[in-house]
């Protein structure tokens, strides 16, 4: 095999991000030899509810035979009252029985099944949850590569992982596992071989492929696929589940917007600001503020000296909109405040939105019923502090430090601040769906951001990547675990 030789068939961008590119047979295209007569690939299903595409490059048929995902629990019933529970309960128990059905009994048990055919320059793919079994019917070599289709979620539901070991308890030595299949690239198992069951002989490709795949994972400002994700995905993602024509400018924007939360333009943003901080510049916008009064003072500084798009000003916004949140609790939970007695006893009972707008007006101006200017700004403010409060409930207060707004990722506070609150939730829930677990980490990792570096009177440095190189932050893949370090 040629050093040289590039792969025909491709796991595409999702799947090629597990386990940084590097699960042969998976996301890595294994070529299957046969060297004799009716060799088999018993009947399975692929690991992780996956797909496959399966070129046929020279020598004899391969015979196919399909059982369609509406048989997937008729066969799997039959082939446990056949066999046996398997060992363990895993999503693979058919696969490791290694047996061949015929035809004949699955006409017994009355189970759909196709068959079909093909030859040198043929391709086929298998559908995620459909069980197949091979025939290779002479000598023939073929390539193969599991795919992930554009509306396969990222982890299949309710998938039970096979477990790696040779005990009783486990799956056998050469399982893929949950932890196999993770997008992380620091744990990738890079030593990690996979021997297929069945009378083919697989043989891994060369290392060539390795460092393909893991080229192809792009940093944020080469704007196209990021590893598992492409802009195309997402931006298809956003477009069905808000139902705006495809080309509404909001779809575009909240798929910037998707892509820059916690992405290494976003830490660097955070490691300027601390650097300004640690250097004692600015230093006077960096008061906590106990008040309500201080902290519309700093916001009004914030407002004159730096650009909207200061992390500061969401930390302050989120305190307003928290505020006028306890507020309306108060009053919820207390009804008998809701009924005050106004201009000269006459009675009105009033919504506990608008009592508790009043104590914030207090709060802010010392004054119940301040002039409409004042009211307006207060006003204003709690609206634009609206998200940063949803994705600081969703994540912790650190994602507030996590999103990049500058001329690089065409975003600003402001149009963040103005999203509908309904495009916002679908947002969130896909930002969730995709990207949920390591986003939730990264807030975690830089929750006290605002307490040991930015409100601190002493700064204290803290965070790995305030150490790091800016070229080398700029290049760091997306998703990286290393931006969690410590
Ligand atoms: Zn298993």
Not at 342 to 347: D, M, S
């Amino acid at each position: 095999m040629s050093p040289e030789y590039v792969p025909l068939v491709d796991a595409g961008p999702r799947l090629r991000r597990r386990n940084n590119g590097n699960i042969p047979g998976v996301n890595t295209p294994f070529w299957y030899i046969s060297q004799c007569d009716r060799t088999p690939a018993t009947l399975h299903v692929k690991d992780g509810n996956l797909g496959s595409i399966n070129l046929l490059l020279a020598g004899a048929p391969k015979l196919w035979l399909f059982i369609p995902k509406c048989e997937k629990t008729n066969i799997e019933r039959r082939m446990k009252e056949l066999y046996g529970p398997g060992r363990v309960p895993c999503s693979q128990e058919i696969r490791h029985y290694n047996a061949i059905i015929s035809p004949a009994l699955l006409e017994k048990w009355n189970i759909t099944y196709y068959l079909d055919y093909y030859l040198p320059g043929e391709i086929i793919v298998t559908r995620q949850n459909t069980y197949h079994q091979v025939l290779n019917i002479g000598p023939n070599i073929a390539e193969s590569v599991n795919i992930k289709f554009n509306n396969t979620p990222d982890m299949p539901a309710g998938y039970v992982w096979c477990k790696r070991g040779s005990g009783p308890a486990a799956c056998g030595p050469h399982v893929l596992t949950a932890s196999d299949f993770s997008s992380s690239y620091v744990e990738a198992r890079s030593n990690m071989k996979r021997i297929r069951t069945g009378g083919t002989t697989p043989v891994p490709k060369t290392k060539k492929h390795k460092s393909r795949a893991s080229t192809s994972l792009v940093p944020l400002n080469a704007g196209i696929a990021y590893g598992r994700f492409t802009n195309a995905h997402i931006y298809d993602r956003f477009a069905t589940e808000l139902g705006y024509q495809v080309d509404n400018p909001t779809i575009a924007f909240l798929t910037r917007l998707f892509f820059a939360i916690a992405s290494p333009e976003a830490v660097n943003q955070l490691r300027q600001t601390c650097y300004l901080r640690q250097t004692g510049k600015d230093g006077h916008l960096f008061s906590k503020g106990e008040t309500i009064i201080q902290a519309m003072e700093a916001l009004d500084k914030i407002e004159e000296v730096v650009s909207s798009s200061s992390i500061i000003r969401r930390y302050h916004l989120l305190r307003l909109t928290e505020r006028r949140t306890a507020l309306v609790q108060q009053y919820k939970l207390n009804p008998a405040q809701h009924t005050r007695t106004r201009n000269g006893g006459g009675e009105k009972t009033q919504k506990v939105e608008s009592l508790a707008l009043q104590d914030l007006y207090y709060e802010a101006y010392n004054d119940r019923d301040p002039p409409p200017e004042l009211q307006k700004k207060l006003k204003n403010r709690l609206y634009h502090g609206r998200n940063w409060a949803s994705l600081a409930e969703r994540y912790s207060v650190g994602i507030l430090a996590l999103l990049p707004t500058s001329r690089d990722t065409d975003l600003t506070n402001t149009q963040i601040e103005r999203v509908k609150d309904r495009d916002f939730l679908v947002f969130l829930d896909i930002l969730q769906q995709e990207r949920g677990e390591f986003i939730q980490q990264m807030s975690t990792a830089v929750e006290n951001v605002y307490v040991n570096i930015l409100f601190n009177p002493e700064p204290v440095q803290c965070y790995q990547f305030e150490q790091v190189d800016q070229h080398i932050l700029h290049n760091t893949l997306f998703d990286d675990r290393r931006l969690l370090q410590r």
